[in-house]
């Protein structure tokens, strides 16, 4: 789920007062909770296959701002609305049902500090929670929610944000700067009514076209006008009654501009991420979220129109269009050999966001694609179903370069995705799924149950089976693959306390592939093992070990290997974490990483990592210090060791690091004038060969 984690910071700020409650969140669990969901968002990152992890998919920053959101309007857990902490996935379903069973037993809670004496809590979900919920709302809070214009204008919270990046060691082909900057700005009057704007310029994209010959700026021109690549709005309202009776017909949701959707198991359609296999446990049960404003700059899977979600009871309807330029990459069609009518086919589509140089500039919003549908569901206290389906229409056909993997994927220009899903919850299990059918009439399902026999315990079962013809560009549910296609899969996951102040995590995952893909020119097959340990040693001391392995199939890359018969290759990683407190307001953290990947052609390389980072931050004081000083050694890039380093607010930094060197990055952040606060940070790798440095600076001006 996952704008998640850069945000976590602002939770160990210290003492946050608010209209309702006084809550604390401890430096030492906060900073343990926020290296566990790094991690979380590490391990999915690198299950996307990014090429650069330098730059955090987008999706990551959504999260982010989704967490900075509940900040900003904390889930008040003594109500309903703590289910929207499990669409988050920040609690499971049995954490969310032994709260509501421990409100039944002795009341609503008077103290955050009262979650630690839940039983299905751990600490580390406690520390990660508390920055985000509160025991009730105010008076002034429920005057808020009544929505009138005068006070919509006199009592609305307003946040600007500036966002700059720039890197040393930046292509100089590029059309445009080595900077990087990002402009958002947000408004929210209580729950109910938020709205926003985001503009982006990637590094190496150009903002001004005077430093350009004239004939490179005549084509960036025509391409499109200097001034920020990106710019989104949105505006979103949420549960709005229409009737004024108690259960009558409500507005649940409803948007406009750029916005998200999730529903069901993603099967049949998600847009945003969530938590995958890689977190295991429960988090590969999803919990949609249904329609949700995208605060982001991301350029990837996303709707640009109107969406909105009519509740009446149990029941709920939602419908939506989305009419948006998408990038693609054109190719003139060959009348001779060709009867399409089309003067152009879309040979590619192009996700990445950039448009740095002028073949990049060329593909920029080429493509246009509307997509129209809706969702019927029933959501009941203990039964969920719905039915979901959307037709996809794009202005010119899609046709794709024949490969030896391709076969099978979306070609054309018209695609109808349809599923039925369900979520049946008792005491002690759940039970979810989801059956999808593309428009050429083929399937795609999954199925698991999610068991908690004791109140330590809790392990997940899941099967899925993705046919080998589905077709579906909004794709979302549990995969190895890219794409979730020709795909089979049978997963166990588990997570327990097996004594106080100890946790464990662990998962196993063993797929096949059922057609050919880019790696491997056969059917291939492999399986995927983690665990992680986490001990509180003591109020001011923690631990944590990471164990990860993969072994999957791929072309041999032997020149006088002659066969298509792909091989074998794994890679295991290991990371050791000690993070401990002293005086008070120093935290102290301690991380070694080892990597070692080998193939059957007979390649071998290891990668190691030591660190040692020093944070300085003064309760009650308005800034903060965070230094980090590493070492590393890898092979080669196969045995690299990715590590996420705290940022700027709202960034998510995690480089791959091989060959051999240092690295070391000072953060820093004070508050200014009460409203303003400056993050800003410098960072410095040096290699054998070279000396690489990255700034980041970022102003947040709140109300």
């Given at each position: 789920?996952?704008t998640i ?7 160990i ?22 290296d ?23 999706q ?24 929207r ?33 839940i ?17 009730g709302?105010s ?20 946040q ?10 930046a ?23 938020r ?13 001004f ?72 446990g ?8 249904g ?10 899977k ?24 998408i ?46 549908g ?6 009941g ?13 794009l ?26 899903d369900?979520r ?18 083929a ?14 315990i ?8 993705y ?68 001990h509180?040693?003591s109020?001011?001391?923690?631990m944590q ?12 890359g032997?020149?006088?290997?002659y066969?298509y018969?792909?091989i ?14 002293l ?33 300085y ?6 800034y ?11 092979d ?5 060791i ?11 930094s995690?480089?791959?690091?091989f ?33 690489k ?6 102003l947040?001006?709140?109300?």
């Amino acid at each position: 789920m996952k704008t998640i984690c850069i945000v976590l910071l602002l939770g160990i700020e210290g003492w946050i007062q608010t209209t309702d409650t006084l809550r604390a969140t401890d430096t030492l669990k906060a900073s343990a909770a926020i290296d566990w969901l790094y991690e979380r968002l590490l391990d999915e990152a690198e299950n996307l296959e990014t090429t650069a992890l330098e730059d955090a998919p987008e999706q990551l920053e959504e999260l982010l701002a989704v967490y900075e959101y509940y900040r900003a309007h904390p889930v008040n857990i003594n109500s309903d609305e703590v289910a929207r902490l499990e669409e988050l996935g920040l609690l499971s379903p049995f954490q969310v049902e032994a709260l509501q069973r421990y409100r039944k037993m002795y009341g609503d809670l008077l103290l955050i500090k009262e979650l630690r004496m839940i039983e299905e809590l751990d600490e580390p979900t406690v520390a990660v929670i508390t920055p985000i919920v509160c025991l009730g709302k105010s008076e002034w809070v429920r005057e808020q929610e009544s929505l009138t214009i005068h006070k919509a204008i006199a009592r609305a919270r307003h946040q600007m944000t500036l966002n700059y990046a720039r890197k040393s060691h930046a292509d100089t082909s590029y059309l445009g700067s080595p900077d990087k900057v990002q402009l958002k700005y947000g408004y929210s009057y209580g729950t109910k009514f938020r709205m926003g704007i985001a503009m982006e310029k990637d590094a190496g994209e150009p903002f001004f076209y005077s430093h350009l010959s004239d004939t490179i700026k005549e084509l960036a021109a025509s391409y499109r006008k200097p001034g920020f690549d990106f710019y989104g709005a949105y505006l979103f309202l949420s549960d709005v009654g229409l009737t004024g009776k108690r259960g009558g017909l409500k507005v649940k949701a409803l948007a406009l501009g750029d916005y998200q959707l999730s529903f069901g198991q993603g099967l049949t359609l998600w847009s945003g991420m969530s938590f995958g296999k890689a977190s295991g446990g429960s988090s590969v049960m999803r919990r949609g979220a249904g329609v949700r404003p995208k605060a982001s700059a991301g350029e990837g899977k996303f709707f640009r129109g109107s969406a909105t979600t009519l509740a009446y009871r149990d029941f709920q309807a939602s419908l939506f269009y989305s009419r948006r330029w998408i990038d693609a990459t054109m190719t003139p069609c060959d009348t001779l050999n060709d009867t399409l009518d089309e003067p152009e086919l879309v040979s590619a589509l192009q996700e990445s966001g950039n448009h740095r140089t002028l073949s990049e500039l060329s593909k920029r919003n080429t493509l246009l694609q509307q997509t129209f549908g809706g969702r019927l569901a029933y959501a009941g206290p203990q039964l969920e179903i719905g039915y979901t389906a959307y037709h996809l229409r794009l202005d010119k056909a899609l046709r794709l370069k024949p490969s030896h993997y391709n076969q099978y994927y979306f070609q054309g220009d018209r695609l109808t995705v349809m599923g039925l899903d369900f979520r049946w919850q008792l005491t002690k299990a759940v039970f979810f799924g989801e059956l999808s059918m593309s428009g050429n009439e083929a399937f795609a399902g999954l199925a698991g149950a999610t068991f908690k026999p004791a109140g330590y315990i809790d392990f997940t079962m899941m099967y899925r089976n993705y046919g080998t013809r589905y077709q579906n560009l909004l794709f979302g549910a549990v995969k190895e693959s890219s794409r979730g296609q020709a795909e089979e899969g049978y997963y166990l996951g588990m997570q327990c306390a097996p004594a106080p102040r100890w946790n464990l995590l662990a998962h196993c995952d063993f797929f096949r592939f059922k057609w050919l893909t880019s790696q491997a020119y056969s059917p291939s097959w492999g399986q995927e093992y983690s665990l992680t340990v986490f001990h509180q040693v003591s109020s001011n001391a923690s631990m944590q070990l990471r164990f990860k392995s993969k072994r999957k199939m791929k072309n041999s890359g032997d020149d006088h290997s002659y066969s298509y018969y792909p091989i074998f290759y794994t890679k295991r990683s290991a990371q050791f974490q000690f993070n401990y407190t002293l005086f008070g307001n120093w935290v102290f953290s301690n991380k070694a990483s080892y990597s070692h990947f080998y193939d059957d052609d007979g390649m071998n390389s290891y990668g190691y990592f030591i660190c040692q980072d020093i944070s300085y931050k003064p309760e009650g004081k308005p800034y903060s210090l965070t230094f980090r000083y590493a070492l590393f050694d890898s092979d080669d890039y196969n045995s690299r060791i990715s590590v996420y380093e705290n940022d700027v607010l709202g960034a998510f930094s995690i480089p791959s690091l091989f060959g051999q060197g240092s690295r070391g990055y000072l953060l820093g952040r004070v508050k200014l004038f009460n409203a303003l606060a400056l993050y800003a940070r410098f960072g410095c790798s040096f290699l054998s060969d070279a000396i690489k440095s990255d700034f980041k600076a970022e102003l947040i001006w709140k109300n």
